[in-house]
């Protein structure tokens, strides 16, 4: 069964540190892709990053990479600099080739800037 | 700019009464979502489509419906609301198949039932 396990319910940062949010997924599927989105509390969701199972190098967008490891089936995110408005639930999602359609969520993690 | 659009960002319905929940996407994609957000249980597919009249239960699909009738459009109907349908309700599309391609979320739909 696929599964994503977000480990940490809530986490706190020092404002303009960086933080580190888990990730671990359990696919056999050699072929799946990872998104990170990002939920302030409005409501909305917002896609923030992408990692393919083939991509070799880790993905960044801005302030925002993936620690991906695949041997150890991890994709952490990893927040540099943090801002007040990073506050926020984060989610980690899996898709792969086999389910095509289906998303498969994590449980997410609250993050709370402190300034 | 793509959009998925959610009808109601917010409604207070009664027991026993119908719901609809709206969703449009400009996108042209062929899949749509239905998920429910409640704390500490994340996201839950209620029912997914992946073509116009198609659909396929997800995870908790038991007192809920939906409806394909346009491409761009997907319904979600509670037949007769229930207290224990309070939450917030996520519409989101996709494109089809592989495992690239995001999911595009609506702005959400926080439905509370008396």
């Known amino acids: 069964a696929q599964k994503i396990t977000q480990t940490q319910p ?3 940062v020092q404002e303009k540190e960086a933080v580190t949010l888990d990730c671990t997924y359990d ?3 050699p072929s799946y892709g ?3 989105y990002k939920q302030p509390s409005s409501g909305e969701m917002i896609f923030l990053i992408y990692q393919g199972s083939y991509d070799q190098q880790n993905a960044t967008e801005g302030r925002y990479s993936l620690n991906f490891q695949k041997a150890r089936k991890s994709a952490n995110l990893v927040i540099s600099a943090s801002q007040l408005g990073d506050s926020a639930m984060y989610f980690c999602v899996m898709k792969n080739w086999e389910s095509g359609n289906q998303f498969y969520f994590g449980t997410g993690t609250s993050l709370t800037v402190i300034p | 700019d793509v959009k998925v659009t959610q009808s109601s960002r917010y409604l207070v319905k009664r027991t026993g009464e119908k719901v609809f929940l709206e969703c449009v996407q400009d996108m042209d994609h062929e899949n749509m979502f ?3 957000q409640d704390p500490g249980l994340g996201l839950r597919l209620i ?3 992946y073509d116009v009249k198609m659909k396929e239960k997800g995870d908790i699909p038991e007192g809920y419906s939906v409806s394909r009738e346009k491409k761009e459009r997907f319904s979600l ?4 609301a229930s207290t224990n349908q309070t939450s917030m309700y996520l519409c989101a599309s996709s494109l089809a198949g592989g495992f690239t391609g995001e999911l595009f979320f609506g702005e959400g739909s926080r ?3 008396l």
């Open chain 2, 77 to 80: 109907i509670l037949e007769s």
């Open chain 1, 34 to 36: 990872l998104f990170w």
């Open chain 2, 47 to 49: 029912y997914f489509s």
């Open chain 1, 27 to 29: 696919t056999s599927d």
């Open chain 2, 111 to 113: 439905l509370t039932v």
């Open chain 2, 34 to 36: 239905w998920y429910r």
């Open chain 1, 10 to 12: 809530g986490m706190f």
